[in-house]
């Protein structure tokens, strides 16, 4: 039985995580109302990440430095004020930015937390329970940043004065960012409660040379271990085509479907929903130790994605959403937990984290670049989606052959490792 400090962590993520969502949407609307081109768009995503990759050495050290509820409540407060720049009429890539600093920061210590708060039987059952309500947030941030730029709820939120204050929020834009700067003060309330673990805190290095070499000996202990380089290859790509997938979506929603951004935000959400449901299957379904045999769901996940280009009914666009989100779900649950249980034991729970940000977080950058620059130099929306579906199945074939060559070059190790992940999971049917 999970006890409640843990559901004030689930809570604290949750409200992070709606707001993150909604702001997204928030964030498109924005540059559109700017006429902005469509290219211009994904550059959000990269301009947000971009702290992960560049603070990735420095916030997994800081995560290990305070207790993880307080370090949860300075990157909520950052993320406040990416908002109000946001409002401030500051240019949304640079505002934007500064809340992908909060979420930078406050992502190693979300998801460290687990292993320190929980004893390692629990951790695959306790991804799958964060991870399914990650999603939920996801589906229901992205549908409700659909729903707070619509035109019929903006118009209700632009009516509402406050009495002598003027908020010079004149736009569904403006309003919905608002809004979710108000859903990240719940989060922010929620991380104050949040449980000290007891956990001896580790101090920063003395010097930022010396963290950057602590990151780089971590980066090449997880890349080095046979276990952890095939979870971390997973979880990279699946991510970058996740974030890329987000933006893919909302075009090809456009222009197959006649959707506005409000329907094409649901639709996200739909296929949220599908991750959500593969995530908690997972959780039922996949132990630890057999994680590594989700791998093939990654290229049909890659096949399946190119069948949206022979899609344009409404009915089967939701079917093939759910689709895409379940295999995903299936397969990220278990490599997640995978690398979490590997990092832990390799170079601590903050840095382990970071260093799995910094990996999925490159590949967005390196991912979203692409989709925007291919775009940009004129590639129909269709003919980009076969690419990157593809490119998606073709790389996870890759990761399979490089796990058969493990298992056939470095069995015993392999088999030892294998054997560490069941000993400490209790859901393996020889418990």
């Not at 009429?89 to 460290?112: F, N, R």
């Not at 040379?209 to 290859?233: E, N, P």
Request: charged share 10%; proline share 4%.
């Amino acid at each position: 039985m999970l006890s409640s400090g843990f559901y004030i962590i689930m809570a604290a993520q949750f409200f992070s995580s709606l707001a993150d969502n909604a702001l997204l949407v928030a964030a498109i609307a924005l540059l559109m109302q700017a006429d902005a081109p469509s290219w211009l768009t994904p550059y959000l995503k990269f301009f947000f990440v971009v702290s992960y990759v560049a603070l990735a050495p420095y916030v997994g050290a800081f995560a290990d430095r305070l207790p993880k509820g307080h370090v949860m409540l300075i990157a909520n407060s950052v993320k406040i004020v990416g908002c109000l720049l946001l409002l401030w009429e500051v240019d949304p890539l640079l505002a934007y930015a500064v809340v992908g600093l909060g979420a930078a920061a406050y992502s190693p210590a979300k998801y460290g937390i687990l292993t320190e708060y929980l004893p390692h039987r629990h951790l695959v059952v306790a991804n799958g329970w964060i991870e399914g309500l990650t999603v939920a947030s996801i589906i229901l941030g992205t549908v409700l940043g659909g729903v707070l730029i619509h035109a019929r709820v903006s118009g209700a939120l632009l009516g509402f004065d406050l009495p002598f204050i003027d908020t010079d929020i004149d736009t569904p834009a403006e309003a919905a960012i608002a809004i979710t700067a108000a859903v990240y003060a719940i989060a922010a309330l929620f991380n104050l409660y949040v449980p000290r673990t007891g956990v001896a805190l580790k101090p920063l290095p003395s010097h930022p040379v010396d963290t950057l070499k602590d990151f780089a000996r971590c980066v090449a202990r997880l890349w080095s271990d046979r276990l952890g380089q095939i979870s971390l290859a997973v979880t990279t790509l699946f991510w970058g085509a996740g974030a890329t997938l987000q933006f893919i979506v909302i075009e090809w929603s456009r222009a197959a479907l006649g959707f506005d951004l409000s329907k094409a935000a649901i639709l996200q959400g739909v296929s949220a929903f599908g991750i959500a449901l593969g995530a908690v299957l997972a959780s039922v379904w996949i132990t630890l130790d057999r994680s590594v045999r989700v791998i093939p769901l990654g290229i049909a996940m890659g096949l399946t994605v190119v069948a949206m280009n022979y899609v344009s009914e409404i009915p089967l666009a939701i079917v093939l959403m759910v689709l895409i989100g379940v295999m995903a779900g299936l397969f990220v649950v278990p490599m997640n937990a995978l690398l979490q249980h590997r990092g832990h034991h390799l170079v601590g729970a903050g840095r382990s984290i970071a260093v799995q940000n910094f990996n999925e977080n490159s590949s967005i950058l390196i991912m979203i670049a692409v989709y925007s620059l291919l775009l940009n130099r004129g590639l129909s929306i269709f003919a980009v989606i076969a690419i990157f579906g593809l490119a998606v199945a073709g790389t996870m074939a890759m990761v399979q052959w490089w796990y058969l060559r493990n298992r056939r070059v470095h069995s015993d190790e392999l088999e030892r490792l294998l054997a560490f992940a069941r000993a400490e999971d209790p859901h393996h049917p020889h418990h």
